[in-house]
């Protein structure tokens, strides 16, 4: 958040060492038990087991900054941003008018998405010579370092499916989790009704593939 809403450094810190800059959640409880809010130029880190409210408190970190009138983002790698802006608007401490005067918006995260799509074509706009060797060399290093260093890393990879995003034998691309055993865990992410018809387009298009070189080479379909 911007730094011009940062509460004054206080006298003395009550655990000693020298006053810090800091950023307001307007989080009552929060401020208090941090002695101000959240230290300036530190990342912090929020851990906490599943529904003990991580995201929650995020998002209400966001709303009191785009209230205030600062820049805020939020990322998500496993919610939609249609769904992410629905769980918003059930909570009390979400303003409408943050949307309807543009201060809060989703917009931004489609544009990412259509980024991503087209990385392809967009490195072979700089390069000039291709990009079919970039990127299959880079997810390559990738898997290969989360397999040696048993990272438990979350990466978005071809797998078996049996089941998983109610799809049953075939390999799809989907968020997986590598470790020293290989693809360990399968990630089912959250889909809204567009995200579904998209990630079936493509099962279909990976099934017509399937069919057509099975009729050139027969063994295929033993």
């Known amino acids: 958040m911007a730094k011009k809403d940062v509460t004054k450094p206080i006298a003395l810190d009550p655990r000693g060492g020298r006053p810090r800059d800091k950023c307001e959640t307007h989080i009552e409880g929060i401020d208090r038990i941090l002695n101000g809010g959240v230290p ?39 919610e939609p941003s249609s769904k992410m ?16 005067e543009g201060k809060l918006s989703a917009e931004r995260l489609e544009e990412i998405n259509q980024r991503t799509r087209d990385g392809g074509a967009e490195i072979v706009k700089y390069l000039e010579k291709g990009s ?14 989360a397999y040696l260093k048993d ?23 989907v968020p997986v989790i590598i470790g020293k055993n290989g693809v360990e865990k399968i990630e089912e992410i959250s ?17 017509k593939l399937w069919d057509a070189a099975s009729v050139i080479d027969k063994d295929l379909s033993k």
């Open 40 to 78: 300036i130029g530190n990342i912090v880190l929020l851990a906490g087991t599943v529904g003990s409210g991580k995201t929650t408190l995020a998002m209400e970190f966001l709303i009191n900054g785009a209230k205030a009138g600062e820049t805020c983002c939020y990322i998500s790698v496993t």
């Open 85 to 100: 802006l629905s769980n918003l608007q059930t909570y009390g401490f979400f303003d409408e008018s943050l949307v309807k």
């Open 132 to 145: 079919a060797f970039y990127a299959p060399a880079a997810s390559g290093v990738q898997m290969a370092e």
């Open 151 to 173: 990272e438990k890393k979350l990466l978005p990879c071809a797998v078996h499916l049996n089941g998983e995003y109610g799809v049953k034998n075939i390999f799809a691309g």
């Open 191 to 207: 889909l809204d009704e567009k995200e579904k018809s998209q990630f079936m387009h493509s099962i279909d298009a990976v099934k």
